[in-house]
């Protein structure tokens, strides 16, 4: 993954592109922040309008063949922070999030769920969405969406014993799952799709709405920094910021790209109320920031007498959904080598015995629809600070999670279960073993969870006392300055959030290409 | 973020007992078998300062461990390999979320780079896609 060369696709600029510029200046119809799955489909959709488009990406371009398949080299070009960006509570939990063209889609599991209709009855009643678009409309969308980033199963060639183990698992204790509807074209099943595709088969927002928006043409600037937003005439006109690339940290020129009819944030639930917040957007309702959702998780991890094999397969083929209303979701997941070592238990020899079993081994994970709330804002350091901490009932919840996803694991024929709690053993033989969780305190610091699906920061309603962004998703009190992310979900959803994002984002950039200026 | 070359030292002996060499036949590489150092400096040089402090402030606690641990007024890296992990075992069992976080860190980072190696996936029978080693293990084979 060189970082010296400019970019070698049209249309995208990136710092080597613009060294030793003084500014780079630009303007559109619309400036958009962000290239993931809010900022892509806008992108997709405004240029099909007939509109011109700005994108400010400030992660790299990486092209799919410039992509190298170890875990590491992954954190540092794809991930934000490394892969070491964490929420403080009683536990630091990572926040896992993507920062490249494309964003978190390209390293997502390319899990397809479209929002569950009883959460958009909650949103309804209790934040008045319903005034603001139908479920039908998502509906047409969702399918639209399916279309063209070619949602579906994976075929059985490239399924992977990891998922179809977790089938029999499901099964086993009576419940109902089913193979996860993926927006990959002709997956190759190499189990990669946390590290980027190295075949470029998932649809991931680098090689499908981007592309396709360039192709209408957009223009893409990576490596690129939003810092303010400057208004004119008492509306939302541009932004400023640098170029920097996000690894070396080297700086480049400023930057200012006008937009002559809106800014859009899509900048994630984490870095948009930050914007917002650095430039003293959305006050009245003091939620800039707060409120934050996601899906804290964790895995469990099988060891089978039979070869599992993680490195090959669907990253994430199978799952259940049976238990949502629980509040829990569980899918396998194949995590490469250097994931799966540092689950494992021991230190030394007993690390490296334990090694030796890897393609012994599988792994699934279960995640909450936690109803904890935490709060984002700018850390001294100048990253993001996130407060984050599951409430008792949340853990009561997780606890169920792995007690089950331990069931599962045992119905399908595993020899041993590594549950990776601490106050159970390191390898439990028999699923009654499990039910010693139920005697833990529920004490976040006992779990490995990751933070995914982040949700809330600048959430949509009426009123500029209750909400950050109107129906429209405009931003209450500054006209022109638009959220399309999922900061503006009133709350998670208990399923992978990519494609609501993608029919939010839709919706709204409709909307914003058939309003008048 | 800079660590002193005593600290790099430190650093090196924790991941030379937690990924050990000659402990398994299937995998007789340790840590100190490939160049981790390359992997070592590139993660402190683009790591965020935050977590570079961190990182800091473990190798010190576990460095000063045996005291505690086992109260003997020595050094992790003056311990017999033996010693070490008792060291480590003690703190990863700890009822004390901070102590038993610091070798599960040192796990997480050594296995980062070591399990990232295609030699290594290949003795374990995964069929590594990259041709050629990352970027940090080829400048460090090469100093």
Not at chain 1, 269 to 296: D, K, W, Y
Not at chain 1, 505 to 510: G, K, P, T
Request: aromatic residues 8%; proline residues 5%; neutral net charge.
């Amino acid at each position: 993954m060189s970082r010296a060369q400019g970019s070698s696709r049209q249309g995208i600029q990136c710092l080597a592109d613009v060294q030793g510029q003084a500014l780079v200046e630009d303007g559109a119809d619309v400036v958009i922040i962000g290239s993931g799955a809010a900022g892509a489909t806008a992108a997709r959709v405004l240029t099909d309008a007939g509109l011109d488009v700005i994108l400010v990406e400030e992660g790299a371009h990486i092209p799919t063949e410039q992509l190298r398949s170890d875990a590491y080299s992954s954190f540092k070009h794809l991930w934000r922070d490394m892969g070491f960006q964490v929420a403080e509570g009683r536990a630091f939990t990572p926040v896992l999030q993507g920062r490249a063209v494309g964003g978190t889609t390209v390293v997502n599991g390319a899990i397809i769920h479209r929002l569950p209709e009883p959460i958009y009855d909650l949103w309804a009643a209790e934040h008045a969405v319903d005034r603001s678009f139908g479920y039908r409309e998502l509906t047409d969308i969702f399918d639209q969406l399916d279309k063209e980033l070619h949602v579906g199963p994976a075929p059985d060639a490239v399924f992977g014993a990891n998922n179809q183990l977790m089938q029999l698992g499901v099964e086993g204790i009576g419940a109902q799952g089913n193979r996860i509807r993926r927006n990959v074209k002709g997956c190759q099943g190499s189990a990669h799709c946390n590290q980027g595709c190295p075949t470029g088969r998932k649809q991931s927002m680098d090689v499908s709405y981007v592309p396709r928006a360039l192709e209408r043409g957009a223009r893409l600037y990576a490596q690129c920094r939003a810092e303010t937003i400057h208004s004119k005439s008492g509306r939302v006109s541009g932004v400023r910021g640098r170029f920097i690339d996000p690894v070396t940290r080297q700086k480049g020129p400023r930057f200012a790209f006008h937009g002559r009819r809106a800014v859009v944030l899509c900048a994630s639930a984490i870095q948009t109320p930050q914007l917002l917040q650095a430039n003293g957007f959305g006050r009245a309702s003091q939620l800039v920031g707060e409120r934050l959702q996601c899906h804290p998780g964790t895995g469990v991890v099988g060891v089978f007498d039979n070869p599992v094999k993680l490195s090959f397969g669907a990253t994430q083929g199978f799952e259940t959904t049976h238990f949502w209303h629980e509040r829990m979701k569980f899918e396998s997941v194949a995590m490469p080598l250097e994931f799966a070592a540092a689950r494992l238990p021991g230190i030394g020899p007993e690390l490296m015995h334990e090694l030796e079993s890897f393609n012994h081994l599988a792994i699934w994970g279960v995640q909450v629809r936690a109803r904890a709330l935490g709060s984002v804002h700018k850390s001294l350091f100048g990253a993001a600070k996130i407060q984050y901490d599951m409430l008792d009932s949340d853990i009561e919840i997780l606890k169920l999670g792995v007690q089950r996803l331990i069931r599962m694991m045992f119905a399908a024929g595993a020899r041993q279960v590594l549950p990776g709690v601490h106050g159970l053993p390191d390898r439990i033989d028999s699923p009654d073993e499990a039910e010693r969780l139920f005697r833990l305190p529920n004490d976040p610091r006992l779990f490995h969870c990751i933070a995914a699906h982040l949700f809330g920061t600048a959430k949509l309603g009426l009123s500029k006392h209750s909400s950050v962004v109107d129906l429209n998703c405009q931003v209450h009190d500054a006209p022109g300055l638009y959220v399309f992310d999922s900061s503006v979900f009133p709350t998670n959803m208990g399923v992978n959030p990519q494609h609501s994002i993608c029919a939010l984002s839709w919706l709204m950039s409709e909307r914003l290409a058939s309003r008048r200026r | 973020m800079g660590f002193f070359e005593f600290e790099k030292r430190w650093l090196r002996s924790i991941f030379d007992c937690v990924i050990p060499s000659g402990a398994s036949r299937v995998l007789p590489e340790g840590a100190a078998d490939v160049p981790l150092e390359g992997f070592i400096e590139d993660l402190l040089a683009h790591a965020p300062a935050q977590f570079c402090l961190g990182m800091r402030a473990c190798t010190w606690a576990i460095t000063l461990a045996p005291l505690l641990v086992l109260g003997r007024p020595k050094t992790f890296h003056g311990l017999s390999r033996e010693d070490q992990y008792r060291v480590l075992d003690v703190m990863r069992s700890s009822d004390i979320y901070l102590v038993r976080e610091m070798p599960l860190l040192f796990k997480t980072i050594g296995c980062l780079g070591y399990g990232g190696l295609p030699r290594i996936q290949a003795r374990l029978d995964i069929e590594p896609r990259d041709a050629t080693d990352p970027e940090w293990a080829r400048r460090g084979a090469k100093s």
